[in-house]
């Protein structure tokens, strides 16, 4: 690895372990370390600020709000990558991933040489994530991008139905009286259903609906439609 301008920042409590880790990371990098701590205001250092940086960012001992920060404090430097270590399980790193831009994730159970290793990997342009937080991230991601696609599967069947009637042309008084529900019901149903869609009123629900391709809503058939 080429050491050359090249730094490593810790943000971390100050602990006697954490100095042994860091006096172990400059032996095995080479390279600039240096330790930040947790409560003082997210800023790279000047000295660091023309150097391709690598920031190992503390999971136990930074809160989310803060851990955010310190991303958005970084991504003003082109060469900054940031990473989370001590994560605690899977389950944790993914979660954290799908809500800011983290290069890699260091569990409390990596070994330094596997440390190590993955520093290296990060000075070279290359993401540190295992096979498994991989794929969980893909199927994540793809998850989202569907739910954007089809906003109508956050409806419940309920709120579908009272969609799908409103689409035929039907009065709050209509649908209350095809589904035996009061009319305060109906509106309380329509409240939910624009919150959720993120519209104001029906005419734009509607339109959303209709942009749907792969979604159909239905108007319920009831005894009155059967007889």
């Avoid at 990371?25 to 940086?53: M, N």
């Avoid at 569990?107 to 994530?129: A, N, P, T, V």
């Avoid at 954007?148 to 139905?161: D, F, K």
């Amino acid at each position: 690895m080429d050491v050359t301008n090249t730094a490593l920042i810790m943000v971390t409590k100050s602990s006697p372990q954490n100095e042994l880790f860091l006096d172990y990371l400059r032996k095995q990098l080479g390279c600039h370390v240096q330790q930040l701590p947790t409560d003082e205001p997210p800023e790279l250092p000047e000295h660091l600020r023309q150097c391709r940086v690598v920031a190992l960012l503390d999971d136990d001992h930074l809160e989310e709000s803060v851990l955010r920060e310190w991303t958005q404090q970084l991504g003003q430097y082109d060469d900054a990558i940031f990473t989370a270590f001590n994560m605690s399980d899977e389950d944790r790193a993914v979660a954290l991933m799908m809500r800011m831009p983290l290069h890699g994730i260091f569990y409390r159970g990596d070994s330094l040489e596997l440390i190590s290793k993955g520093i290296r990997r990060l000075f070279e342009g290359e993401m540190w994530l295992s096979r498994p937080l991989m794929e969980r991230l893909l199927c994540a991601y793809w998850h989202r991008q569907h739910d954007e696609q089809l906003p109508l599967a956050s409806l419940t069947p309920r709120e579908q139905e009272i969609l799908g009637l409103l689409d035929s042309g039907a009065s709050n008084l209509d649908i209350a009286d095809r589904l035996s529900i009061s009319e305060h019901t109906v509106k309380s149903h329509l409240y939910h259903v624009f919150r959720k869609l993120k519209v104001r009123n029906r005419a734009q629900a509607l339109n959303l609906l209709r942009q749907q391709p792969t979604a159909v809503v239905a108007a319920p058939r009831t005894r009155r439609d059967t007889a």
